[in-house]
T-cell receptor
Framework: GDSVTQMEGPVTLSEEAFLTINCTYT??????LFWYVQYPGEGLQLLLK?????DKGSNKGFEATYRKETTSFHLEKGSVQVSDSAVYFC????????????FGAGTRLFVKA | SAVISQKPSRDICQRGTSLTIQCQVD?????MFWYRQQPGQSLTLIAT?????????ESGFVIDKFPISRPNLTFSTLTVSNMSPEDSSIYLC????????????????FGPGTRLLVL
């Protein structure tokens, strides 16, 4: 079945460092891909999404490109801030015979001042 | 976009009791979902709440343990029945929001969650 694998955390970075969180997926068909962020004590918020191959999703300085050839959707940010400390979830959805989102395990990011 | 509120935001319950969680959306939505997020884990879909009919449960979840109501297009409840410490989790309501103007795809929105601790 469909699945999402993302790098284990926690990831600890200093402020202004470059961030990459790896995400790969397996799916039949052509899923949409998402990154969600969960700040401490809050629910999930959609960070960015891409719906087809080579699409780039971007928001708040974060970017991810839908790579069909490598089945990847890695999250990147050029310069992280302390306020980016959160748990990041990679996810896919395939609206085939019913809507369902599959989430990765989540990667916790700590950014130090 | 869709704004979702959940009640209660957190609770501490005794084993063997039941808790009903409410989810209210600020707009009419077709699809509503209930997820569980166990400590340090990812999200697991419990069921899809269907308006006017029985919820559709995922493997490993049953109606007797997690009865769900969906009386209209803006409201749903999830009950966690006969609770045990293993039910300690965050329970999240989610909806498939309205299509963006001119867009073809829908966006999934999440409520703030209900943090449940069972002693």
């Amino acid at each position: 079945g469909d699945s999402v694998t993302q790098m284990e955390g926690p990831v600890t970075l200093s402020e202004e460092a470059f961030l990459t969180i790896n995400c790969t997926y397996t799916a039949t068909g052509y899923p949409s891909l998402f990154w969600y962020v969960q700040y401490p004590g809050e629910g999930l918020q959609l960070l960015l999404k891409a719906t087809k191959a080579d699409d780039k999703g971007s928001n708040k300085g974060f970017e991810a490109t839908y790579r069909k050839e490598t089945t990847s959707f890695h999250l990147e940010k050029g310069s992280v801030q302390v306020s980016d400390s959160a748990v990041y979830f990679c996810a896919l959805s395939a609206n085939t015979g019913g809507f369902k989102t599959i989430f990765g395990a989540g990667t916790r990011l700590f950014v130090k001042a | 976009s869709a704004v979702i509120s959940q009640k209660p935001s957190r609770d501490i319950c005794q084993r063997g009791t039941s808790l009903t969680i409410q989810c209210q959306v600020d707009s009419q939505v077709t699809m509503m979902f209930w997820y569980r997020q166990q400590p340090g884990q990812s999200l697991t879909l419990i069921a899809t709440a269907n308006q006017g009919s029985e919820a559709t449960y995922e493997s490993g979840f049953v109606i007797d343990k997690f009865p769900i109501s969906r009386p209209n297009l803006t409201f749903s409840t999830l009950t966690v029945s006969n609770m045990s410490p293993e039910d300690s989790s965050i329970y999240l309501c989610s909806v498939l929001g309205p299509q963006e103007r001119g867009g073809l795809e829908e966006t999934q929105y999440f409520g703030p969650g209900t943090r449940l601790l069972v002693l």
